[in-house]
């Protein structure tokens, strides 16, 4: 993942291509949101692997895809 200060400065980076354009976040709000899901928060969990199967981490999971599309 690469920050940058503006969409103007991420076109002028010089591995920008430009078919990857629709998947730029533009706010940082944006990232925030995503890392905050649960699927996300919950990784420190001592069964995080068996949690993402359950009920609950498919439901995390199926609302970061909907975040994300």
Do not use: V
């Amino acid at each position: 993942m690469n920050l940058f200060r503006s969409e103007e400065h991420a076109c002028t980076w010089s591995g920008f291509e430009p078919e990857m354009a629709d998947r730029m976040l533009k706010p940082l709000a944006g990232w925030a949101d995503i890392f905050s899901n649960d699927f996300f928060r919950q990784r420190g969990r001592p069964d995080y692997l068996s949690w993402t199967r359950s009920k609950d981490g498919q439901a995390a999971f199926a609302k970061l895809r909907a975040d994300l599309s």
